[in-house]
């Protein structure tokens, strides 16, 4: 065990007193200070001098002269005033240790009162304090006279504990005696040991006061913007408890199946407005020892739920509200924001959908009204906290400008998803966090079907496989991934609760609900779903409920009959990591499944891997759809697979990519195939010549099938018209290093006149939408989002037209900046507008990037700069940037983003060693071994490794020289590899040009 918390190890008020005499109050503050830093997921910022540590005022009570600590939300006994002593002894192993409470206490109800501190007239630099009271109803379910609720950051006078509680008599419940109080650091637990045990099957009530701090950097618990708004700087506070943050708020029992009631009280000067889960049920004033004057908001009781959903608000905001089905429906944000009407998108979008799931499942919204607020900075992104929604108000408020961005498309998404929480997390919540996904891979998957509802024009499956599919399948693999349901005991840590909100459980999650889906029907999905959802409703579910709903809708019906029961369908799937790669041979009809590994090697599979999955095979025979069929074991034998070489037939697996896996075939399959597209390419749907090029060359990188098996399939796209389809081909065949490193000047050439008699033809196309007119492209998702990369590719290969058009329309910018280059290809235009100009066109971007304030568009600017090809140009831009103001070239390392270009690595090498003091001081010493791998990643040589080191060696310790030394290790035989690979690439196109 660790030392004790910030609020320290308690005592009686005689002890108190003795510690005061002999411990000095520095060593007080220090300790203090340092039981708040020492432990926790992530260190706290320092709180300004002035304030005497980020404790100080807290800790004050109001006989030091703070202001009056925040009122009991009931009626109860004043908490005894307490010290802290200087040490604690080292804790016997116990529950503490763990990282689920024990199963003592149940919390039926809480009255939460918090009062953040916050004045329009005192707005907070790095962080502000607030205070609070917490009265926890409890069941006792096990007698113990030992308590453990979690409390992290918190400072806290002395409990009380009430009870036994009598029905209609709470007022006269007796009292248990709290004979002491400390913090098991490590789980973020505090332990309150009592003078008696409580009794199993009655009732108490914890009374708790505490005190901390809430910060500006860190956007977790309680936390503030400051903003500007309307010419003026504003601030506004916020919360986010997810995963296990609402303990950094207030005392209470995080986990997610302790689910309770809540009547949340909020303190807040009386120029703004209180926002919380439920709406305003009264308003009173308080006035503080100052005689300063506080409005308090009171809120009506929230259903059960857990602390993770406690939600407020407190801002000076704007809103814009309509009602839909006689609920309101607010969304908050900075008037300026509401005033141009970015809002009104995300509310008119906003109540269709709430009906949408509503009609869906049979289960209405539960709560009177929803209030989604605009942050201007929050870390998550979104989150779906019951009646008020958090966003990021980049992901919620809609621009003029964003008609010709995917703008539109990613709030629809974002607010599709958060709203399918309030059925899948905040109705029916996961038990415990290793089932998360029941929460986040659910949502994911309604997020597409609320958007297809919606816009049925929209090709699903395209945009399931961009958005989701892609991304998750080119990071899983069997060794390194992590299964998406984890068991319980092998949780240790709280830190590991975090990690779980990662891709494989929002990406694979989802991807495992769509497969769910095709193997059964969407009456009998749904109505799984429905069972589910009200059996659990306000309670907690576990992967195997969800299953047992699926398996009793299976079997009350006959049509549909599978191989083994759902659950042992879906376990093989959600326990254990990685997917396997199907293949075909369709001589035989053999087909055999084998785990995915990430460069396969020699036995592999046998050495380690012993799973198989249960795989649903939809599939495709002449462009016409199969029965579906199931590999249940290692292989199997279909014999209405077989094809021979003599006729035209061919097969493709996975229908749609539904299923959760790759797909190979053998040489005469992927023969049939390629013969299929050089016929009429149309006959096979986008989505699986979007499967193909991505299968293919994933298998060929991994030593599946040979490169010249994938670079096959591209011979026919000079008549692929699907931009999608090329955005898959050139992220796989063109890179940056493609263009700027020395070992592809053997195949660029080759490349480049290969692929551009095939990609004139798209190019001719979009080419000519810039020009006429682009705004026909604004509703084309896929377009927006392949835009840049088939620019980029036919500039970097000198296709004339593009860099005309790139001159063209970057003078057309100059000459009138209120022109807008068009938002999906403005990167790569300014980028060929720099490279392709000179100190005129620089200067004119450098004086756009200074007077712009919107950081996304000064992200663009500062890379356009560093795409210059004029050494002193670029020598000049990384001088600005060490000796600039703090504010100028903040968004990016403008070293790094020189040293990526090929003529830019050898100035920003020379630049680096003649000015690495201010490198160093300007963006950190850590910076110094990116820019050492970006430098160094051409190598393919240990003279060239040592040539580096040497060149670099004044500026590294002896210990940062050996793992610089490895890591070149690794970028060398990568290289190496690598140029085995493009040799094969450039002998094959030089038989196929």
């Known amino acids: 065990m660790g030392p004790p918390s910030s609020s320290g190890f308690y005592v009686s008020r005689a002890v108190a007193l003795v510690l005061a005499a002999l411990v000095a109050a520095l060593l007080l503050a220090l300790l203090v200070l340092a039981a708040l830093y020492g432990h926790g997921p992530r260190a706290r910022p320092a709180e300004p001098c002035s304030r005497g540590g980020p404790d100080a005022d807290a800790a004050r009570s109001p006989a030091q002269g703070a202001e009056e600590p925040a009122r009991s939300p009931r009626p109860g006994p004043a908490p005894e005033p307490a010290a802290t002593t200087p040490s604690s002894p080292r804790r016997p192993p116990g529950p503490w240790d763990q990282l689920r409470l024990p199963p003592w206490l149940e919390p039926l109800h809480y009255d939460l009162e918090l009062w953040p501190r916050l004045r329009p007239d005192e707005l907070p630099a790095h962080s502000l304090r607030f205070s609070g009271r917490a009265n926890i109803t409890v069941r006792c379910v096990a007698a113990t006279a030992r308590l453990l609720l979690h409390s992290l950051f918190l400072q806290h006078e002395r409990p009380a504990v009430r009870g036994p509680l009598s029905p209609g008599a709470r007022g006269a419940a007796g009292r248990v005696p709290v004979r002491d109080m400390w913090f098991a650091e490590d789980m973020q637990y505090m332990v309150l040991e009592l003078g008696q045990a409580l009794r199993p099957g009655s009732l108490y009530e914890l009374q708790l006061s505490f005190a901390g ?51 949340i009280t909020i303190i807040h000067h009386p120029s703004y407005v209180a926002l919380s889960n439920m709406p305003q049920l009264g308003q009173s004033e308080r006035e503080d020892v100052n005689g300063s004057k506080w409005t308090v908001t009171t809120f009506y009781t929230t259903p059960h739920m857990p602390t993770y959903l406690v939600a407020l608000a407190i801002c000076d905001y704007d809103q814009v509200n309509r009602t839909e089905r006689g609920k309101e429906i607010r969304i908050w944000a900075r008037k300026d924001a509401i005033a141009n009407g970015s809002a009104d998108f995300a509310l008119n979008i906003t109540g269709p959908i709430f009906s949408f799931l509503e009609d869906l499942f049979n289960i209405s919204y539960p709560l009177p009204k929803t209030d989604i607020i605009a942050l201007p900075v929050f870390d998550y992104r979104a989150m779906e906290n019951w009646g008020l929604l958090m966003f990021d108000e980049s992901l919620l408020l809609l621009q003029p400008r964003d008609h010709l961005t995917d703008k539109k498309t990613l709030i629809s998404h974002i607010v599709s998803h958060e709203i399918g929480h309030q059925w899948f997390g905040n109705l029916v919540t996961m038990n415990w966090w290793n089932n998360i996904w029941l929460n986040e891979g659910l949502a994911s998957y309604f997020e597409f079907g609320i958007i297809n509802y919606f816009n049925p024009e929209l090709p699903r499956n395209e945009i399931f496989f961009s958005n989701v599919l892609h991304n998750v399948l080119s990071k899983d693999h069997a060794l390194a991934s992590r299964a998406v349901s984890r068991k319980v005991e092998n949780f240790t840590e709280t830190s590991e609760i975090n990690e779980l909100f990662d891709l494989f459980t929002y990406n694979k999650g989802a991807s495992m609900a769509r497969m769910l889906f095709s193997f059964l029907n969407e009456d009998l999905f749904v109505s799984a779903l429905k069972s589910y959802l009200e059996a659990f409703s306000y309670s907690n579910a576990e992967q195997d409920d969800l299953w047992r709903h699926f398996q009793m809708a299976i079997d009350d019906q006959s049509k549909i009959l599978l191989p083994a029961t759902v659950k042992s369908i879906m376990d093989s799937w959600t326990h254990q990591g990685g997917f396997p790669v199907i293949t075909l041979n369709v001589s035989s009809g053999a087909m055999t499944q084998e785990p995915f590994y990430l460069g396969k090697v020699e036995n592999q599979t046998l050495l380690s891997h012993s799973g198989t999955w249960i795989v649903p095979i939809l599939w495709m025979k002449n462009g016409t759809t199969q029965p579906l069929v199931w590999l249940n074991k290692s292989s199997k034998v279909f014999p209405e697979m077989q094809v021979s070489d003599s006729d035209n037939d061919w097969v493709i697996l996975n229908l749609n990519m539904t299923g959760y896996y790759r797909v190979n075939y053998d040489k005469l399959g992927w023969k049939k195939i390629n013969e299929q597209l050089e016929r009429d390419p149309k006959a096979i749907p986008v989505i699986h010549r979007l499967q193909l ?13 040979e490169i010249e098996t994938a670079l096959d399939l591209t011979k026919y796209l000079a008549e ?91 003078r057309k910018w100059m000459d009138c900046p209120e022109y807008e280059i068009p938002y999906p290809i403005k990167s790569v235009i300014l980028c060929y507008g720099i490279a392709l100009g000179s100190d005129k066109e620089w200067d004119f971007l450098l004086n756009i990037y200074t007077n712009t304030t919107e950081k996304e568009e000064r992200i663009k600017f500062a890379y356009a700069m560093s795409c210059s090809k004029d050494p002193w140009i670029l020598n000049r831009y990384m001088d600005y940037a060490i000796t600039g103001s703090p504010f100028t070239f903040n968004e990016t390392n403008v070293i790094e983003a020189v040293a990526a270009s090929e003529v830019g690595r050898y100035i920003a090498k020379d630049f680096l060693v003649n000015n690495w003091q201010a490198v160093s001081k300007r963006y950190g010493t850590q910076s110094l071994f990116t820019l050492i791998y970006i430098i160094g990643r051409t190598i393919s040589t240990d003279l060239q490794i040592t040539e580096l080191q040497q060149f670099f060696s004044n500026m590294l310790e002896e210990h940062q020289r050996i793992s610089v030394h490895a890591k070149l290790q690794t970028i060398k035989n990568e290289n190496l590899k690598s140029a085995k690979q493009s040799a094969r690439i450039a002998e094959w196109l030089r038989k196929n040009m």
């Not at 919360?239 to 199946?257: G, K, L, Q």
């Not at 090329?726 to 290969?754: C, G, I, Q």
Request: charge should be negative; hydrophobic fraction near 45%; glycine fraction near 2%.
């Open 693 to 705: 090029i991505d299968d293919a060359f994933s298998l060929s990188r991994n030593n599946y099938i």
């Open 720 to 810: 692929e018209d699907e931009i999608i389809v090329w955005h898959e081909v050139l992220a796989n065949l063109v890179t940056r290093d493609l263009f700027s490193d020395v070992k592809n000047y053997d195949m660029y050439p080759l490349l480049k006149k290969y692929l551009l008699k095939r990609l004139t033809p798209i190019w001719n196309i979009y080419a000519a939408i810039i020009r006429e007119n682009v705004a026909v492209l604004q509703d084309d998702y896929l377009a927006l989002i392949s835009l840049d990369s088939l620019f980029a590719a036919a500039c970097g290969f000198d296709l004339e037209d593009c860099l005309h058009l790139s001159r063209e329309l970057f």
């Open 213 to 263: 701090p809430a910060y500006q950097e860190i956007r977790e618990g309680l936390f503030f913007n400051v903003y500007v708004d309307q010419g003026e700087r504003r601030a506004v506070i916020a919360s986010h408890m997810e995963p296990t943050f609402a303990r950094n708020v207030f005392p209470c029992f995080d986990e997610p199946a302790l689910k309770a009631t809540f009547n």
